[in-house]
């Protein structure tokens, strides 16, 4: 239940606060013997020397702060070494000293960063963490901290630790601290540690918990006491129930968030071709164009206003839909209301539409994919149940469709201008008699269902990748939930993209994402067999 | 509103589509490609392939066009017949080649494969694989066909769910381990009966082949939909639950010329892979068969000759303008589909009143504007 | 025949002929005496076009840097640039258009295997020569084809290697997830035969594919974690899906908080250029393996990397100027191969050309190695770099080859 980050660097913050508070001042043979370990090439050297470093800080030998301004310098490229050269910190304020971090002169002969390959990086990635505990205790940063550990508890120094559960600031973090020695534990030759430690990990399922439970069983074998083996199957029972649980969770959750994904996708078409029978197949561009206007705003925030950057997905909200609708009704009359008398050709000029769309973004913008600032309450997520994690950025997805769809049903049902769009839907002529006029209608009700797309791709940008083809991957799928859910019905479309969204998720752990995807076409058409003019169909003018 | 997509563009009173003049010419082409083939004299072997592929999208056009230009019915899904043939041809030359030279194909290297699947038995026998493609291509035009219009799916629906299909195929195809060779498909084909691939003679034999069955799927076509039957057909399109009332089953109606237009595709699918020597599930990409009917639309539906000459006009285009001016050819085919779609209702080839339909239709339009105008 | 019906017979077969007769017309543009054509088979639309596009104007560069020095054999090098829009069928086709109507001395394309598969019975049966940039399953030796980038025995096996190392982390168990098609399959096989060979048992491993321009990897992504999570030993991901695949499962690999420290991802077909959508802070540590790196230390990959910026700014290219990545660069030396083939054999021929392959060196390659053909295959040997994610979107040299390993074309493994 805790949370995790997914930038470790952040500690260098904290690291500038302390090291100007002149933690350290003499260079000790600790000190000496360390920097020129961490500034060999070898692994074996680097993963000893952090190791010792962290043992001795723990046992007060050494200054805690030092520790992790040093482990946190060498794991960012922050550690300078050179040939029989003092080793320099350089910090965003300047160089540094490495053994005293007093200020020091930039190097005059060539200084690099030695390369931190997987292994070393682990060790200090760790060694950060742990340290973080016991420099800064109670802070942000050793929160932080706590969670890298976490994730490998078994990998930690139980000295440090023991220390930093000792150190009266870390109060908050004592029953997280307790579980990451439990782990510890786990490997204790003494019985009633190892039960203790084995019922301390049943409180917090996981499957690599169980992992470890599992290997512990498989060590002890016939050799175990009744009373560790009894706790050891309730332990991994009681897991087994809460992963079980963890994977109905995370299963339920990856088909809201497929789900919110179609339904964003055919929300404007069942606007344009569910109530207005433009069989547009623009669509897709018109998300890419909802993506390339939020890229846009955050183009225009990092500019003008960088503090605001990282809510430009928000402040992106009306200018995608503002930009996309613009599109929309220039294409509506240009080309569609031409056709409104021969909707074949609505077929054939939007696909001409998307042709266009997409080679003119192409020839403006390049092919690449945009690049996309995840703002900092989108990054991550938080583990909730054994190992099912709420990514945010599926939940703003999900959350944002559900606030759409109220939005669009409050337009459509509430306001006189959706009681028009009913009206023409219902009965175009009969419309026209009492005064609605048609053509204003349909320019309007097109403008919405663009703009709506556009607000698919602004919802799908953090997740998605934006280039000027991405449209095409959703086309299919959009007419295909708006035909399921019944056309000139969002509800329907809901519905739709709902169930499709789940069934998908339910089978693609079993047979793969193309089966999965088959299985539901297949599905799809079958359904429409069975009721020609979808699940949820409300007569229409047709 | 949906019904319209499906009835006619133009008015009843259209002068009949000239088919038998292209048909003879068609055939006299085709002809005289066998021969330059025979002789070593004419054009160049790539011109002579380019023509035979253009053929044999031409003749793709023809059997969209016979559904939906007569029956009403638009597939939006007509690639998968198309497949249907050119994956059958491949497995022959597949087979026939493996059998030659022992060599064996891509796939059953990366899958491990000592031998081909099953389903390859006979196949290295042409007649058994021509047999094969038109009957899998009717029977599952006659599944597919009967399902949906028993349940009375149409229109758009049926459009869709014949995407759908085409869709659910491409994704099955992907796959590796189905034995068609996944996303790489079948190439490297040596020969076909007997005559090797890269030789100019047959090359101009299936150039020869492929405009001569072009010529017979539009007198074929053209045959039925001058017939009873053909009036039949048009009948539905215009009014098919009046065509019911009055006691036809319009289901077996609408099945029949299906089922024929879906072998039509197979053939087309059957000469046009040997041409290009490549089959992959890209053939059944759900914007191949959009491509399919903007052809159709671009020539003009319901004609024949301007579907035909609608594919022929956007691939020849577009074999040039890929290699000269890649840049341009995606503006120039949009803008032109947006000058055929609204100048042009009834498309390039189509009626020979289209311009004057149109112009009184504007007409009305403007009049329909102002009085709009007026009232508010 | 009524009069309306000839007037529509002629207006029909008239537009007709013209439709037919301007084809050849318009395609045949005169070869004059003083150019050499090489023709470009790379999309600058579909699913590749993000990669591929940059491909053509770099050897349009290579070509300006040839006829800057007085081109080759006297001639003028001329670029046809074309777009098969990532349809593998119209590789086929325009190869064939190239090599019989424009008559091009040398094809440069093709980036997924299958492209180079479509196009391989087009050069066999025309003698045609196509260099091909991009590092590939092997387990094929056409003498109609170049190879110029590795095969897995010179990249995917080092790099392997490498992993199961202590330095590496002694990986234990891998989890192999590509596109379905055959670079992916033929790479996992390969890797399947040399664990095998290791004393992996076929528990260590797992195999998914996933289809072409798939892009919702969260359910994967969680049978990852799975897979990582369970006993056996340090597990890692060894991942051939290409294109947009790529940024997709990245971003979600992120967003499921999965850092290289607990499960490395081995990135086959991962470039500089797949790192531009991207925050790669949180992907720091992940690993790829190629001939070249953009951060390879040589003079000759400064003076390309500032070439290619100068050639993006000055031709205004929607393409990042700072972006290098090895397809790039394997094209280059191409360019540069061909160059020193023609001026050996005197000739553009493709025969002669051949028998001049055995021996040609080129030192010029940005990766710092000089590459050489040996004339036993059509191979091309050079260094080979394992390149480790950081935080600016580029890979940071973790380890590099001594010298450049004979390239194995067969692999024994698969």
Known sequence: ???????????????????????????????????????????????????????????????????????????????????????????????????????????????????????????????????????????????????????????????????????????????????????????????????????????????????????????????????????????????????????????????LSYASILFMASLGLAVIFGLMGVINLAQGEFIMIGAYATYAVQEALRAIAPGLLDWYLLIAIPIAFLITAGVGCAVEASVIRHLYRRPLMTLLATWAISLFLINSVQAIFGTQNLEFATPAFLGGGERLIADFIVTWNRLFAILFAALVFVAALLVLNRTQLGMYIRAVTENRDMAGCIGVSPRRVDLISFGIGSGLAGLAGLALSPIYNVNPTMGTNFIVDAFMIVVLGGVGNLYGTLIAALGVGMINVVIEPLYGAVAAKVIVLLLIIAVIQLRPEGLFAVKGRR | MFDQLFSPPGSATRPAPPVAPLALLLA????????????????????????????????????????????????????????????????????????????????????????????????????????????????????????????????????????????????????????????????????????????????????????????????????????????????????????????????????????????????????????????????LSPELSIEIAVWVAIGGRGTLVGAFLGAVLITTAKFILTAIAPDLWPFILSLLVLVVVVALPNGLFGSGETLRTRISQLATRRAARQAEGART | MTLMKRRKFLKTSAAASVAALAAPALIARAQSGDTINLGCLFSSSGTMANIEGRMNAVVNMAAEELNAKGGVLGKTVEVMVTDPASDWPLYAQLGRQLLQQEKVAALFGCWTSVSRKSVLPVVEQNNGLLYYPLHFEGEENSKNVVYLNSPPSSSVLPALDYLMSEDGGEAKRFYMLGSDYVWPRTINKICKG????????????????????????????????????????????????????????????????????????????????????????????????WAYLQNAEAPENDTFKEAWKSYVGGNSLPYSPETVIDPMVSAYDGVMLWAAAAEKAGTVEVDPMREAFPGLTFDGCPSGYDIAMTGENNYVSRGVFIGSVNDEQAFDILWQSDDQPTPVPFSPYA
């Open chain 1, 1 to 255: 239940m805790h949370r995790f980050h997914r930038a470790p660097l952040v500690f260098l913050a904290v690291c500038l606060a302390l090291c100007t508070a002149g933690a350290a001042t003499a260079e000790t043979p600790l000190r000496r013997a360390t920097l020129e370990q961490l500034c060999e090439k070898s692994v074996g050297p680097r993963v000893e020397a952090v190791d010792r470093l962290l043992t001795a800080t723990a046992a007060g030998e050494e200054d805690a702060s030092w520790t992790f301004a040093i482990l946190d310098a060498a794991r960012s490229k922050g550690l300078h070494c050179g040939k029989d050269a003092v080793p320099l910190l350089k910090l965003e304020d300047g160089w540094r000293d490495a053994a005293s971090l007093a200020p020091a002169e930039p190097p005059e002969q060539k200084m690099k960063p030695p390369f931190v390959n997987l292994k070393v990086r682990a060790s200090l990635d760790m060694g950060a963490a742990l340290s973080a505990l016991l420099a800064a205790p109670g802070s942000a940063a050793a929160e932080s901290g706590l969670g890298e550990i976490e994730k490998r508890p078994d990998r930690a120094n139980s000295a440090v630790i023991a220390a930093a559960t000792a150190l009266s600031e870390n109060a908050p973090f004592v029953d997280r601290l307790g579980s990451i020695q439990a782990s510890l534990d786990l490997a204790s030759e003494v019985p009633e540690d190892r039960i203790a430690a084995i019922d301390r990990i049943a409180e917090n399922p996981s499957e690599r918990n169980r992992t470890a439970l599992l290997n512990l069983q498989a060590e002890l074998g016939g050799k175990a006491d009744p009373v560790t083996r009894d706790a050891l199957d309730n332990a991994i029972a009681e897991i087994d129930g809460w992963i079980a649980l963890g994977a109905v969770a995370s299963t339920v959750y990856s088909g």
């Open chain 2, 28 to 283: 006299f082409l085709g002809l005289a490609s066998i021969l330059s083939g025979w002789t070593g004299i004419g054009p160049s072997p790539y011109f002579l392939n380019l023509i035979g592929q253009v053929a044999a999208f031409g003749m793709l056009a023809i059997s969209l066009d016979l559904i939906w230009g007569y029956a009403g019915v638009l597939s939006l899904g007509h690639g998968l017949y198309f497949a249907i043939g050119g994956y059958l041809i491949a497995m022959h030359m597949v087979k026939v080649s493996y059998l030659l030279t022992s060599t064996p194909p891509d796939f059953m290297l990366f899958m491990g494969w000592d031998e081909l699947p099953g389903y390859y038995a006979g196949l290295e026998w042409f007649p058994y694989t021509l047999l094969l493609i038109i009957t899998i291509s009717a029977l599952v035009a006659f599944i597919f066909g009967f399902i949906s219009f028993r349940s009375r799916v149409s229109g758009v629906y049926f459009a869709i769910i014949s995407q759908a299909l085409v869709y659910v195929a491409m994704l099955l195809f992907f796959r590796n381990d189905t034995g068609f060779g996944g996303n790489n498909g079948m190439t490297g084909f040596t020969e076909i009966l007997g005559q090797p691939l890269g030789e100019r003679a047959t090359i101009a034999g299936l150039t020869g082949a492929s405009l001569l069955a072009a010529a017979m799927a539009l007198a074929v076509a053209s045959r039925v939909v001058r017939s009873r039957y053909g009036h039949m057909l048009m009948a539905i399109r215009d009014d098919e639950p009046r065509l019911r009332f009055l006691g036809y089953e319009t289901l077996w109606l609408k099945l029949g010329v299906w089922t024929l237009s879906a072998v039509i595709a197979a053939i087309a699918g059957m000469l046009y892979v040997p041409q290009v020597g490549i089959v992959n599930p890209r053939v």
């Open chain 3, 194 to 289: 040399y664990w095998t060979s290791k004393g992996f048992e076929e528990s260590a491993w797992r195999e998914e594919y996933v289809p072409f321009g798939f892009s919702n990897f969260q359910t994967l992504v969680n049978d990852i974690r799975q897979f990582a999570s369970e006993p056996g030993g340090q597990p890692i991901i060894v991942l051939t899906v290409v294109g947009s695949s790529i940024p997709a499962f990245f971003k979600e690999i992120i967003n499921q908080g999965i850092a290289a420290t607990d499960i490395p991802i081995l990135g086959l077909d991962v470039l500089e250029a797949d790192l531009e959508g991207l925050d790669t802070a949180p992907m720091v540590g992940h690993l790829n393996c």
